[in-house]
Structures are given as structure tokens and as C-alpha cells.
């Protein structure tokens, strides 16, 4: 399972590399519902985040203390795993360095309020 993640993963970014290298005007319109829809599902993972936390705090004094162990166990497998908000930053970052791209390789035309 983790991959074919990968596999997805590294596809996905190789043509958004190549979409941005070779078609930055097609890239420049799904850039932007990319960033809108990578955040919003950041702030959602984010907020889920809160809320798990906060009623698994909420919960403790009505765990048996005999259990807590157990119930310690299950909340960790509920809470989304932190490496999962930062790859979805590290996406976001790359949509923005694939924007500046042809300014940093020096292919923008200057003047061109589009590049």
C-alpha cells in the first residue's frame, strides 16, 4: 500500500513539474483550486485534529484506571498522524516554488503580466 502511495505520489508531483516546466499558462489555472483545496483540507485535518484531541481529554476522567492503557491505545489510532499536515504544507510550498518557476529559470517574459 505505501507503494503504490509513493508510486501516486511521485506521478503526481512529476506532472505537475512537467505541466508547470512546459504549459505554465495551463499549470497557472489549476494552481490555484490546487492551493484552495490542498489548505482547506489542511484547516480540516487540522480541526479534526483539535477535536480528537479535546475529547480524548475530555473523556479521561471517565476511563477505569484499570483501562487507561487500552484507552490510551485506541485514542493514539484515532489522532491523524502529524507527517500527514506536513506533506500536505510541503505540497503547498511546491505549488508555489512550480509558480515562480519560470522566473527562476529565467523563461518568463518580462512585462507579461500572465508570466
Do not use: C, N
Not at 503526481?12 to 505554465?24: E, F
Not at 483545496?37 to 481529554?57: F, M
Amino acid at each position: 500500500m505505501e507503494l503504490a502511495f509513493g508510486i501516486v505520489v511521485v506521478g503526481v508531483l512529476g506532472g505537475l513539474t512537467v505541466l508547470s516546466y512546459g504549459q505554465h499558462e495551463t499549470f497557472r489555472k489549476i494552481a490555484l483550486p490546487l492551493y484552495w483545496t490542498s489548505l482547506l483540507t489542511l484547516l480540516g485535518l487540522a480541526g479534526e485534529y483539535l477535536g480528537t484531541r479535546t475529547t480524548i481529554q475530555a473523556m479521561r476522567p471517565f476511563v477505569d484506571p484499570d483501562k487507561a492503557s487500552e484507552a490510551q491505545a485506541v485514542a493514539a489510532s484515532l489522532v491523524t498522524p502529524w507527517w500527514v499536515m506536513i506533506g500536505i504544507l510541503g505540497f503547498i510550498g511546491y505549488l508555489f516554488f512550480l509558480l515562480f518557476l519560470p522566473m527562476i529559470l529565467g523563461t518568463h517574459k518580462k512585462g507579461d503580466p500572465s508570466s
